[in-house]
């Protein structure tokens, strides 16, 4: 009987950091969904969210909900500026460029977080943090797990309903599957690309947010982005429920690793798993073979 | 014998049939037309001849042997050349280097002595070069021989495109609509050149054309397709009179 | 100024074309060869940590540049050339065998991350590299008995034909040397018939496949002479650092990698060089204005990484051609000087050109 609450919990912890994956790796597919760019500063993006968070809650003082919203918002702005300022320019760059791009990003928002926050782990107290929740008598679990995995279930839902009942997620599902003839309709497509970026940024940010009661903020932080990489791949990089079960599989499977093999093996199971997927199937789990018509 | 025959040749993608049991044989020497309405199938045949797809059903023969399975990369030295639709030169390369690229079926030399480029390797590049500039000799393109692709007018890219096939030294060229995109005296030119290659070169062609001027002016034999499946197969002025291939191109599909 | 006629085939076969260009590369030559004499002991250390990036540079962008094959997980390579060559040399073998014998290893490495990659098209290609790199990278970092722990591995001073390689000059010279041979072996591969197929394999690969190129042979290849080169690069390396690190080769020496043939200029080896020698002066030119600079920022120890990104982001934004690009334009200004036309030099815009098709 220990061993299975003790299970349980590895998996509710794993399913937990895998949420976070999960959400980060949204980012990357509605992005790439749409632009075909993949963001390599989604991570750094992401840290940025948690700093904005941490100076309205734990500088200003503001109360968590609120100060949260704002940091949301904020870090869904930058998203916008981001995309309506740098990456709009490159488009019809090789991919490649792009990628080089992103991470040229990614090292300028590092530095730029130290310059303004400092090198030192940052955190703020939420109604999450150190409390717990206990199921009968031997299952105990950690508020902060469970609140990352309602957190994303229920943002799920909200971009969910966003996606396929208001008139501006259907125009960017359009402007996603087909650039061209979304523009002919009259949908503004440059426009819904910024505010998709706005929204990976948002998502980002709610992850960030999310882990604050499991792990600190640093500039570091972004280094997650790295592994929702294995997330997005998983799930076929194209598709959003995808990107969130592959999180939460590499996040599950990340901790059992930790638990059952040796040490070491957990930093690199993100990357076994995904280049066992890759190697298995080039074109990702989900994802279908297109080739080149000539 | 036949240099090139299809037998009962048939691909599916998924549910759509592309290309439905056709079969038919290339003489040597002989320019061969395939005509038809866009989505009819030809150029998944040349995509079947050279090997990027497989075939769902049949056989293709060249020169004698069963090519149906062989490896894409091989199909250049069985002596098969061809151009793409929508031109798939190298672009970030330079027209010489092209041309070049056409020759490397023909070369033998080993990794190790390119690492070193050894004096065999200067000679082979050097008998290679003799044969790129002949084929730019013979298409008037030395103007441009030291320019990117990238740069170049698109009618001259279509002729970079049939010059580098004709550096593999090809016994069967596939043309996938040589004048597509030219105006018409590059047309014109371009039937010229259609004919100076096989009366010069004796190679057998192999040709998917729209521009009906062109198909009459260089084709022994014409094959009409509609749909995958062959309407009509013959001279030019009999395939351009059966009523089957007016209707189809009248009416969209066959009845 | 017009072209000199050229003679011969023969002649366009030629490393250096004309008088010219073999003059100033004697001269280059030179120059180089008397800096240690010249120069100070700090200045020659660091010049021949930039030969030791060029080399790797040059060996990444034989598969980047030329062959278009993204790799994000380079410094695994230069982290395996080192090792297997301080290893060796441990164990007694003699520098001449160890570090062509560690670029072989590294080679072998690279063919084998190659294989599995063939199928994979340029973004799932850079996200495994990268996974790769960092797998690799951990290893290094864990393996204890292997690297020596935290206290890193010290790296054996070796003797070659009884000349002690020791210090900033015997990395200079021994670098510069095989900086060298490593161009001059990319300059072979590239008038050859494998350079073309690399270079067709990048602009087209079904075209290049009907050209008669065996895609599989051809990139595994180039996978396997871009890692062996920079595995030579890592052998030097380790007489750089003098003590391995285990957390040296990591993701971020890799972006440093590829940074180098981007801002460089992709498909150019003069690119590579180019890339080398920025990334190399960078941190100097910052030293240089550090404590001039207003606001305390000279002491943030984010300022390098920082203009790092922000100079790649420009370099993308603004000059996608990177220094050499730029260079070129340059050269091509001054010979037609009164009679240049911008139009000449203005990059074609594409728009939503997609590459999820290859
Ligand atoms: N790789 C592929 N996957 C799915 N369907 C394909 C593929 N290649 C071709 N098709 C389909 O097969 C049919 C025949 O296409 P094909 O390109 O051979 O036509 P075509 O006769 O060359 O037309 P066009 O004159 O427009 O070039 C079309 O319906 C096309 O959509
Ligand atoms: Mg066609």
Avoid at chain 1, 41 to 58: D, K, N, P
Avoid at chain 3, 5 to 10: A, D, G, N, P
Avoid at chain 3, 187 to 215: F, K, T
Avoid at chain 3, 242 to 264: E, K, M, Y
Wanted: charged share 15%.
């Amino acid at each position: 009987m220990e061993s299975v609450v003790g299970l349980l919990q590895l998996i509710i912890n794993g399913a937990a950091t895998g949420c976070i994956y999960g959400l980060i790796a949204l980012g990357f597919v509605l992005i790439y969904k749409a632009t075909e760019m993949v963001n390599f500063a989604q991570g750094e993006i992401m840290m940025l969210g948690g700093f904005a968070a941490y100076t309205f809650v734990g500088i200003f003082g503001m109360n968590y909900w609120v100060g949260s919203g704002l940091a949301v918002l904020a870090t869904a702005a930058f998203g916008y500026l981001l995309d309506a300022v740098v990456l709009r320019r490159v488009i019809g760059q090789p991919q490649f460029a792009v990628v080089m791009l992103t991470l040229g990003l990614a090292f300028i928002f590092r530095a730029g977080a130290g310059i303004a926050w400092g090198y030192d782990s940052v955190a703020f107290v939420t109604p999450f943090t150190n409390s717990i929740v206990r199921f009968g008598d031997t299952l105990v679990l950690g508020a902060d797990n469970l609140s990352i995995i309602f957190g994303t279930l229920v943002l799920c839902g909200v971009l969910y309903l966003f996606f396929s009942r208001t008139r501006l997620g259907i125009a960017m599902q359009a402007s996603s599957q087909n650039q061209l003839a979304a523009y002919y309709m009259g949908i503004p497509v440059r426009r819904v690309f910024s505010l998709i970026w706005a929204i990976s940024a948002g998502v980002a940010a709610v992850a960030a947010i999310l882990l604050v009661p499991v792990q600190m903020v640093d500039v570091n932080s972004g280094i997650v982005g790295f592994k929702a990489f294995a997330a997005a791949v998983l799930g076929g990089f194209g598709s959003i429920p995808g990107a969130l079960v592959g999180g939460v599989v590499v996040g599950v499977v990340e901790q059992l690793a930790g638990f059952y093999l040796p040490t070491g093996f957990q930093e690199v199971t993100s990357n076994i798993v995904l280049l066992a997927v890759l190697i298995l199937r080039p074109q990702g789990l989900f994802g279908q073979v297109i080739r080149k018509r000539v | 014998m036949s240099i090139f025959v299809a037998d009962e040749i048939a691909m599916n993608f998924g549910g759509i049939r592309a290309v439905e049991g056709v079969s038919f044989a290339v003489e040597p020497g002989e320019v061969f037309s395939i005509i038809g309405p866009n989505g009819a199938g030809k150029t998944t045949i040349f995509n079947m001849i050279s090997r990027i797809y497989t075939p769902s059903a049949g056989r293709m023969m060249f020169d004698g042997a069963d090519i149906t399975n062989v490896p894409p990369h091989t199909i250049a030295s069985l002596g098969i050349a061809r151009t793409f639709q929508n031109i798939e030169l190298f672009a970030n390369a330079s027209l010489l280097q092209n041309l070049l690229i056409g020759r490397h079926c023909h070369s033998k030399v080993g990794l190790l002595a390119q690492l070193g480029f050894t004096a065999a390797v200067r000679d082979a590049e050097i008998a290679h070069r003799e044969k790129a500039e002949e084929v730019i000799e013979f298409l008037g393109v030395q103007r441009y021989r030291d320019q990117m692709i990238a740069n170049l007018p698109y009618g001259v890219r279509k002729v970079v495109e049939l010059g580098r096939a004709l550096c593999i030294e090809p016994r069967l060229l596939l043309l996938d609509e040589p004048s597509s995109g030219l105006n018409v005296e590059e047309t014109e030119e371009m039937g010229h050149w259609i004919g100076d290659i096989r009366r010069d070169l004796g190679v057998t062609i192999i040709m998917v054309e729209h521009d009906m001027k062109l198909v009459h002016m260089v084709s022994d034999r014409v094959m009409a397709l509609a749909s995958g499946r062959i309407l009509a197969l013959g001279t030019s002025s009999e395939v351009q009179n059966d009523p089957e291939v007016i209707r189809a191109y009248i009416g969209g599909a066959p009845a | 100024m017009i072209a000199p006629f050229k003679v011969s085939y023969r002649q366009d076969l030629l490393l250096a074309k004309t008088p010219a260009a073999k003059a100033s590369y004697a001269v280059l030559l030179v120059a180089l060869a008397v800096i240690p004499l010249v120069m100070g002991e700090f200045y020659v250390g660091e010049l021949g940590g930039l030969f030791i990036f060029a080399i790797a540079g040059v060996g990444l962008m034989l598969l980047t540049g030329y062959t278009g094959l993204v790799s994000l997980g380079h410094a695994a390579f230069l982290g395996i050339g080192a090792y297997a060559h301080a290893i060796m040399l441990a164990q007694g073998l003699p520098f001449l065998i160890s570090l062509p014998l560690a670029g072989v290893i590294t080679a072998a490495f690279g063919v084998a991350i190659g294989v599995p990659t063939l199928r994979m098209s340029g973004l799932y290609l850079a996200i495994s590299t990268l996974a790769f790199g960092s797998i690799i990278g951990t290893v290094l970092q864990k393996w204890d008995a292997l690297t020596g722990g935290f206290d890193g591995f010290p790296v054996r001073t070796p003797t070659i034909l009884g000349w002690k390689i020791q210090g900033a000059i015997g990395t200079y010279y021994t670098s510069l040397i095989v900086l060298v041979l490593v161009i001059w072996l990319a300059l072979n591969i590239l008038r050859a018939p494998l350079g073309r197929a690399m270079v067709a394999i990048r602009d087209s690969e079904i075209s290049a496949q009907s050209m008669g190129i065996n895609l599989a042979v051809t990139k595994s290849i180039a996978f396997g002479v871009s890692a062996g080169i920079t595995g030579l690069a890592g052998g030097l390396y380790a007489h750089y650092v003098r003590h391995l690190a285990p957390d040296s080769f990591d993701i971020l020496l890799s972006i440093q990698l590829v940074t180098i043939v981007f801002i460089g200029g992709l498909g150019s080896i003069h690119g590579a060089i180019f890339g080398a020698v920025f990334m190399r002066l960078l941190p100097q030119a910052i030293a240089m204005v550090r404590d001039d600079l207003p606001f305390g920022l000279g002491r943030t120890p984010g300022l390098e990484p920082s203009l790092f990104g922000l100079i790649l982001v420009l370099v993308i934004m603004f000059e996608p051609g990177g220094i050499n690009g730029r260079w070129m334009k340059l050269k091509h200004w001054c010979k037609s000087f009164p009679l240049h036309r911008r139009a000449a030099s203005r990059r074609q815009k594409s728009y939503a050109k997609s590459e999820r098709l290859r």
